[in-house]
């Protein structure tokens, strides 16, 4: 079974620029989750869609990322213009069904490293 | 609110030896709990969980924990540390407190020396 898979692996912008980050799930999976992860931190939940519905977009900062899962299968998420505090790896998640409450395994891609100068 | 607290930034264990991580929680209701390794340049990888049930659960490469409902605690454990179980460690929770939305601790770098 392949795993989530995630482009590019890294990235460097200059502030103010925009980027896309791109996730294909595991095949089948109905939620998909985006996670930033700032060095020396955990994870922290960006935005959750259930087939390409949004579940919980809370932590998302709304003024500049945006992401999308139109047909409920690959995501993109975006941000326009780019900080130096978003520099961070930006993981992909997904897991079967995501229903609640739920008590799904997630599965992770490797990761976008991204670094904004 | 809902946290999850690693009170350890980097554990030391020599190769043989058990090694501990520890984790607590603070949530309303019943907690699942999760733990997840990271190693260098790669995503989370998923070692175990508690659902419900068996206070002791074990789990991928040899690793377990146990549910501490009174105490509040997921610590991770194994009886024989290996060199190869250096990585990084995430203990994670989910619970109603949230929209039953997934925290990850700051994680606990485990160094297994030979």
């Known amino acids: 079974e392949a795993g989530v898979a995630q482009s590019p692996r890294y990235k460097i912008i200059e502030k103010r620029q925009s980027v896309a980050f791109w996730c294909n799930p595991i095949?089948?999976?109905?939620?998909l989750y985006w996670y930033q992860q700032i060095l020396g931190q955990g994870p922290k939940l960006l935005i959750q869609?259930?087939?390409?519905?949004?579940?919980?977009d809370s932590q998302l900062p709304k003024d500049r990322f945006s992401a999308e899962r139109l047909k409920g299968v690959d995501s993109t998420l975006k941000i326009q213009p780019a900080k130096l505090e978003d520099s961070a790896v930006y993981l992909c998640?997904?897991?079967?069904?995501?229903?609640?409450?739920?008590?799904?395994?997630?599965?992770f891609g490797p990761g976008t490293r991204l670094t904004v100068l | 609110a809902q946290s999850v607290a690693q009170p350890e930034d980097q554990v030391n264990v020599a190769e043989g030896n058990p090694l501990t991580v520890k984790c607590t929680y603070s949530v309303s209701g019943n907690p699942y709990l999760f733990w997840y390794v990271q190693y260098p340049n790669r995503g989370l990888q998923f070692l175990l969980k508690?659902?419900?049930?068996?206070?002791l659960v074990k789990g991928s490469y040899g690793f377990e924990a146990e549910f501490n409902k009174s105490q509040t605690s997921f610590h991770l454990k194994k009886p024989s540390a290996l060199v190869s179980d250096s990585a990084l460690y995430f203990c994670a929770v989910r619970a109603h407190t949230g929209g039953f939305k997934t925290i990850f601790g700051a994680g606990t770098r485990l160094f297994v020396k030979a």
């Open positions: 508690y659902i419900t049930g068996d206070n």
């Open positions: 869609f259930q087939n390409n519905g949004v579940v919980d």
């Open positions: 095949s089948g999976h109905a939620t």
């Open positions: 998640a997904s897991s079967p069904s995501g229903g609640t409450p739920s008590t799904d395994t997630q599965y």
